[in-house]
């Protein structure tokens, strides 16, 4: 094979940056949208935030055909729970079926995710379902390549009882952080809030995104970079 086509047939993978946190209400998801190829951006755009439920949503991280089957089989059998008990699943029944999953198939997937959502009986819950099929329940949980450089600012930035405005910034600072050091992760911010009126999702352009450090202002093409540089010759 010429090597420089194993990047085009690597597997897609959402080299990704998820997010969930609670708050005082409900819970706010995130992430960010770009699927890579190896090296290749496969998709730019793509909806890394996936309903089960009606109240009960599915971040997803890793491989992405992985991901997306293991939704599939967990939307078959919330729906089935709905009809035999005739009422909305809880998250804790959506969590516990996505670990089920992933743990009985541990050798064979590779994807980690985070299940958030709303139901009556307890509010907004947040669970972590990581590599293998653990399961924890979290007040906040973060996934993908990008959650290596987030750590120490949710230690910072979390606190409980916060309202839903400033649980929807935190997670997009969040993700916008992640996206300006990790490669993995680009595009655009989606967020879905999550509580007992129902569910919000929320978009935010790339270009609408705040700038840390030593990022570039976003530009139309490389000829607005190059016109804006300074035209004096380098001196060596």
Same mark, same amino acid.
């Given at each position: 094979?010429?090597?420089?086509?194993?990047?085009?047939?690597?597997?897609?993978?959402?080299?990704?940056? #998820?997010?969930?946190?609670?708050?005082?209400?409900?819970?706010?998801?995130?992430?960010?949208?770009?699927?890579?190829?190896?090296?290749?951006?496969?998709?730019?755009a793509?909806?890394?935030? !996936?309903?089960?439920?009606?109240n009960?949503?599915l971040?997803?991280?890793?491989?992405?055909?992985?991901?997306q089957?293991?939704?599939?089989?967990?939307?078959?059998?919330?729906?089935?729970? !709905? #009809?035999?008990?005739?009422?909305?699943?809880t998250?804790?029944?959506?969590?516990?079926?996505?670990?089920?999953?992933?743990?009985?198939?541990?050798?064979?997937?590779?994807?980690?995710?985070?299940?958030?959502?709303?139901?009556?009986y %307890?509010?907004?819950? #947040?669970?972590?379902?990581p590599?293998?099929?653990?399961?924890?329940?979290?007040?906040?949980?973060i996934?993908?390549?990008?959650?290596s450089?987030l750590?120490?600012?949710?230690?910072?930035?979390?606190? %409980?009882?916060?309202?839903?405005?400033?649980?929807e910034k935190?997670?997009?600072?969040?993700?916008?952080?992640?996206?300006?050091?990790d490669?993995?992760?680009?595009?655009?911010v989606?967020?879905? #809030?999550?509580?007992?009126?129902g569910? !919000?999702?929320?978009?935010y352009?790339?270009?609408?995104?705040?700038l840390?450090? %030593?990022?570039?202002?976003?530009?139309?093409?490389?000829?607005?970079?190059?016109?804006?540089?300074?035209? %004096?010759?380098?001196?060596t």
């Amino acid at each position: 094979m010429d090597p420089s086509m194993a990047d085009l047939n690597a597997p897609h993978s959402m080299g990704t940056t #998820i997010i969930g946190v609670t708050y005082d209400g409900g819970v706010v998801l995130g992430a960010d949208s770009r699927t890579s190829t190896g090296m290749y951006v496969a998709n730019r755009a793509s909806d890394k935030i !996936t309903q089960l439920t009606d109240n009960v949503y599915l971040c997803r991280s890793g491989s992405a055909a992985d991901s997306q089957v293991v939704a599939d089989y967990v939307r078959y059998h919330l729906h089935q729970h !709905t #009809i035999s008990l005739g009422q909305p699943a809880t998250v804790k029944v959506a969590a516990n079926i996505v670990r089920q999953i992933s743990y009985n198939n541990k050798n064979m997937l590779q994807t980690g995710m985070i299940v958030g959502g709303w139901d009556k009986y %307890e509010g907004g819950k #947040i669970y972590g379902v990581p590599l293998g099929g653990t399961i924890m329940e979290q007040p906040f949980a973060i996934g993908g390549s990008g959650s290596s450089y987030l750590y120490g600012f949710f230690d910072q930035a979390w606190k %409980e009882g916060m309202t839903k405005d400033e649980a929807e910034k935190l997670v997009v600072k969040a993700v916008s952080l992640a996206i300006a050091r990790d490669g993995a992760s680009g595009g655009v911010v989606r967020t879905i #809030i999550i509580n007992s009126e129902g569910v !919000t999702r929320n978009f935010y352009p790339g270009d609408s995104l705040p700038l840390w450090h %030593e990022e570039l202002e976003p530009q139309n093409s490389l000829l607005d970079i190059l016109s804006s540089s300074s035209s %004096e010759p380098m001196v060596t």
